[in-house]
T-cell receptor, first 112, second 114 residues
Framework: KQEVTQIPAALSVPEGENLVLNCSFTDSAIYNLQWFRQDPGKGLTSLLL?????REQTSGRLNASLDKSSGRSTLYIAASQPGDSATYLC???????????FGTGTRLKVLA | DGGITQSPKYLFRKEGQNVTLSCEQNLNHDAMYWYRQDPGQGLRLIYY???????QKGDIAEGYSVSREKKESFPLTVTSAQKNPTAFYLC?????????????FGDGTRLSIL
């Protein structure tokens, strides 16, 4: 059974710092992996989607990498800003299904 | 603007009552999903639908029911059989080839018991 873990559960950093959020999964037979952002009381916003054949995706200050063999993905945020404060979730889609399995998220606070 | 609309934003349920959460999308997406989010937990899939008039149970379907009569709409009914309904409910949609496309989410409905 696929399980997705995100560490750390919470993180506080000063503004301007580069940071890395981690996501690990137990079954490497994934089809794709998505990183989402969730603001308090809101839905999820898709940040990056990495297909299983890809190693990384970039969007602005965000870079997500995928290592299927080790069951890991990282989300790198460059030059963090207070507006980046949110919960970041990763989710994996298992091959052959339309189901996503979500991690419990990392709650990020960027201090001004 | 295209998007997903969930209503109401807040909903209160009395004991023994069924309540229905609305989800409408104008993104022309084929697939739609319902998730439940509890504090400190990830999202768990309740039901999903790949095409009109067809839907599949997710991991926690007991006590819930859905319908998909129109492509744009995927309402979720929380029945009295769901003994712990208090949670944040999120609706999502994607194109049929969901594995290649990101999921788009609504802003959620927060359900509480009176």
């Amino acid at each position: 059974k696929q399980e997705v873990t995100q560490i750390p559960a919470a993180l506080s950093v000063p503004e301007g710092e580069n940071l890395v959020l981690n996501c690990s999964f137990t079954d490497s037979a994934i089809y794709n992996l998505q990183w989402f952002r969730q603001d308090p009381g809101k839905g999820l916003t898709s940040l990056l989607l990495i297909q299983s054949s890809q190693r990384e995706q970039t969007s602005g200050r965000l870079n997500a990498s995928l290592d299927k063999s080790s069951g890991r993905s990282t989300l790198y945020i460059a030059a963090s800003q207070p507006g980046d404060s949110a919960t970041y979730l990763c989710a994996v889609s298992t091959s052959g299904t339309y189901k996503y399995i979500f991690g419990t998220g990392t709650r990020l606070k960027v201090l001004a | 603007d295209g998007g997903i609309t969930q209503s109401p934003k807040y909903l209160f349920r009395k004991e023994g009552q069924n309540v229905t959460l609305s989800c409408e999308q104008n993104l022309n997406h084929d697939a739609m999903y319902w998730y439940r989010q509890d504090p400190g937990q990830g999202l768990r899939l309740i039901y999903y639908s790949q095409i009109v008039n067809d839907f599949q149970k997710g991991d926690i379907a007991e006590g819930y029911s859905v319908s998909r009569e129109k492509k744009e709409s995927f309402p979720l009914t929380v029945t009295s059989a769901q003994k712990n309904p208090t949670a944040f409910y999120l609706c999502a949609s994607s194109f049929d080839r969901a594995r290649d496309q990101p999921q788009h989410f609504g802003d959620g409905t927060r359900l509480s018991i009176l």
